[in-house]
């Protein structure tokens, strides 16, 4: 079986080859650039519709994520009825824009357990589909998107749950890691699409924990979560069902956790602000060892947004006084350089989003409570499919990432990335191949 799968990558690649070859090479002219400026994408917050002469808004989320070469967003918000505060609702929505138009994904999700608020809603990318994972205190539930009827069907549920969780998603394996409902117990579970089954307990304390996360740096599954009424973020290495505890010094109030794909490998990040508010620090690990990155933002801020772009990261900072910012942070100089103008002076929450030539950020306005998209253009310093980096997209990168396909040619991470350009898998695989020659011969306009 996997000899025929081989061969039938080896073979797609060089009809692939022999198709783009009879074209002429197309260049990618440069582009000088710009400061960014925030723009709106006519974004239409469907949460809005609530009867507030009824029902009070308690509290509103966000989540992101880019799959099938569109920008989704999910939104969702929790009401309590004015005249009967037992009487709660979590209703979700989902919309997708394709650079230009939105689109309702599915009818709004209600959500099933309304004793408490939403504490979590997050997105998952798997190679069968798109999933959503949204929680109360007590329940984590798990949507499918049905493309073909255009509606979200519940596959799973897990009960003994306090409300946030983590998830990371590696090929056909995802990891969530959630907190019991009494606070005390942190757990793994190994979701394949279909099925959940609990995989082990990486902690137990007599005390309060909350704010559980996950990533996977290099094949390696990392989790992580913080003590309530301790500074401490406690970091784990998760292998074969056995947890074990990382030595680093990590305080902080709030924070994330990403994965960087950097030119000398792939690093995890984690951006947060210390036990006073009053400044953001950033530390990163390759595997072995922790780099503090001090970063000069002397603010009080709350819960840094970090996401990366071509090996560059941008932290969308929210300030105590409301005022939304986004930095770059220089690796080479350990120096934060605002971006352009301010998103917003009033903002709440938010989150940020890579898609396309854009960062995204979605964020929830203080007076009006509405939520709002903005966009501002990346430049980047490399351009999407030029696997060889030679400056401009061609041939000769279809023909070293066939190679790299097939075993003949190593790819570094950097072009890994540079190469995958379609978003239904979270590697560089032959659907982003014959996406960049479909670019070559005209049949798609971008990457």
Known sequence: MLRKKITLIAIS????????????????LAVEKTEGIWNSVNFVDATNNVDTTKEAITNKLIDTTVYDEKLYIATSVSTKNKSDTSDRKNKIYVQAYDGQNWSNIG???????????????????RPEGLYLFYSTQGLLEICKLDTINNQWVTVTTISDIYGSFGIATERNTTYITAISSDQSIAKIYNFDG????????????NGIIDEPKAAILNGTLYISLRELGSPQISLYSYVNGQAKKIECSLNA??????????????????????TDDKQMIIHSYDGTKWTLHETGLE???HYPEMVAKSGEIYILALFVDNKLQTYTYSKSTGQFVKQGEDVDDSAIRAQAIAFKDYIYTAYQDENTLEIRVKRKEY???YYRGDINQD??????????GAKALVGLETLT????????????????????????????VGNIETL
């Open 299 to 301: 603010y009080e801020t």
């Open 253 to 274: 109030y709030s924070y994330t956790m990403s994965i960087v794909n950097e030119d000398t490998g792939s690093k995890l990040y984690i951006a947060a602000t210390t």
């Open 107 to 125: 009818e709004e999700i209600t959500v099933s357990k309304t004793i408490k608020e939403m504490s979590q809603l997050s997105f998952c990318n």
């Open 379 to 381: 430049l980047p310093d």
């Open 391 to 400: 400056g401009s997209v061609n041939i000769r990168d279809v023909i070293l």
């Open 13 to 28: 690649a060089v009809l692939v080859s022999i198709i783009c070859s009879t074209y002429a090479i197309l260049p990618v």
């Open 194 to 205: 279909n099925n959940l089954t609990e995989d082990g307990i990486y902690f137990e304390h």
């Open 413 to 440: 991470p950097e072009q890994e990335k540079i190469g995958h350009v379609t978003t239904k898998l979270n590697y560089f695989n032959l659907q982003d191949i014959i996406r960049i020659c479909k670019y070559l």
